[in-house]
Nanobody
Framework: QVQLVESGGGLVQPGGSLRLSCAAS????????MGWYRQAPGKQRELVAT???????DYGASVKGRFSISRDNAKNTVYLQMNSLKPGDTAVYYC????????????WGRGTQVTVSS
């Protein structure tokens, strides 16, 4: 069983920055693709960013160029650096760990709230 604990959320003004962290335990962290997803009220959960075990990254179109995902396998932690935040980035951000076969290996954290407002 994998446990994921997010931290770093909060209230920030438009144009500001935040860094989210997700600490993983209970598994060999390095073999998992790690991801950040978000869900705003009344909307479906959407991809923010993913990073594979080899370090390849992918981003949702709405955050490309503003957000950056990274991982530290020695600390079992994945990060999401969020810059130039907009009110539309307001959502609960969830950490995900997945590997094949995903039917057996797909885990979620409880989420951390990010609110972008003046």
């Amino acid at each position: 069983q994998v446990q994921l604990v997010e931290s770093g959320g909060g209230l920030v003004q438009p144009g500001g920055s935040l860094r989210l962290s997700c600490a993983a335990s209970g598994t060999d962290f390095s073999i998992y693709t790690m991801g950040w997803y978000r869900q705003a009220p009344g909307k479906q959960r959407e991809l923010v960013a993913t990073i594979t075990d080899s370090g390849s990254t992918d981003y949702g179109a709405s955050v490309k160029g503003r957000f950056s995902i990274s991982r530290d396998n020695a600390k079992n932690t994945v990060y999401l650096q969020m810059n130039s935040l907009k009110p539309g980035d307001t959502a609960v951000y969830y950490c995900n760990a997945a590997r094949t076969p995903m039917i057996f290996y797909n885990y979620w954290g409880r989420g951390t709230q990010v609110t972008v407002s003046s």
